[in-house]
């Protein structure tokens, strides 16, 4: 269930012509900076941009709906904090401001929601945080949910520095 979108500037382009949009789904891992930064300097590269999706998981108190609500506002308070850094994040490292987009529910079925639903999104960035445990995101992206994707999806090594990253892109 999207629960608030924010459109950064769009580029204008020619007739039949679309913007690539880098999906990365935000938390605060390690792993996740590195993708961010991949997507970042990337779109840059392209003249692309970047959308920084955050999923609040489906909440699991139901009973009186009140306060189901106030954990909601306040999940939602604190996801949108994290994702202004972010997004700052983003404008001083390539200078645009990302789009901003915050779901409520499964994680993977809110990830797919978002691709399906914004046909400029070209590829799904992951961040990947070692061999022996990738985290559940690659595991789940790696295997079955990739075959129902329109776009590719790009892991990034959580062990890459800064400077190998831009050195990638």
Same mark, same amino acid.
Request: no cysteine; proline share 7%.
């Given at each position: 269930m999207l629960?608030?979108?924010?459109?950064?500037?769009?580029? @204008? /382009? &020619?007739? &039949? !012509? +679309?913007?690539w949009k880098f999906l990365? $789904?935000?938390?605060?891992?390690? @792993?996740? +900076?590195?993708?961010?930064?991949y997507a970042s300097r990337r779109a840059a590269k392209i003249s692309g941009s $970047? $959308?920084?999706?955050?999923?609040?998981?489906?909440?699991?108190?139901?009973?009186w709906s009140a306060i189901e609500h106030l954990m909601? !506002?306040?999940?939602? @308070?604190a996801a949108q904090m994290l994702l202004d850094r972010l997004a700052d994040d983003v404008r001083s490292l390539v200078g645009f401001m990302p789009e901003i987009v915050i779901r409520q529910g499964k994680i993977h079925d809110e990830i797919l929601a978002e691709i399906? !639903?914004?046909?400029?999104?070209?590829?799904?960035?992951?961040?990947?945080a070692n061999a022996e445990n990738? &985290?559940? /995101?690659?595991?789940?992206?790696?295997?079955?949910?990739?075959? &129902?994707?329109?776009?590719? $999806? /790009?892991?990034?090594?959580?062990?890459?520095?800064?400077e190998d990253i831009d050195l990638l892109v």
């Amino acid at each position: 269930m999207l629960l608030d979108k924010k459109v950064g500037p769009r580029v @204008e /382009l &020619g007739p &039949g !012509e +679309h913007q690539w949009k880098f999906l990365v $789904v935000a938390d605060d891992t390690p @792993e996740f +900076h590195q993708a961010l930064r991949y997507a970042s300097r990337r779109a840059a590269k392209i003249s692309g941009s $970047v $959308v920084l999706l955050y999923v609040i998981p489906p909440a699991d108190f139901q009973h009186w709906s009140a306060i189901e609500h106030l954990m909601r !506002e306040e999940a939602q @308070e604190a996801a949108q904090m994290l994702l202004d850094r972010l997004a700052d994040d983003v404008r001083s490292l390539v200078g645009f401001m990302p789009e901003i987009v915050i779901r409520q529910g499964k994680i993977h079925d809110e990830i797919l929601a978002e691709i399906n !639903e914004d046909g400029d999104i070209h590829a799904l960035v992951l961040g990947a945080a070692n061999a022996e445990n990738p &985290g559940p /995101l690659v595991s789940a992206f790696g295997g079955p949910l990739l075959r &129902g994707l329109r776009i590719p $999806v /790009l892991f990034v090594p959580g062990g890459l520095s800064a400077e190998d990253i831009d050195l990638l892109v």
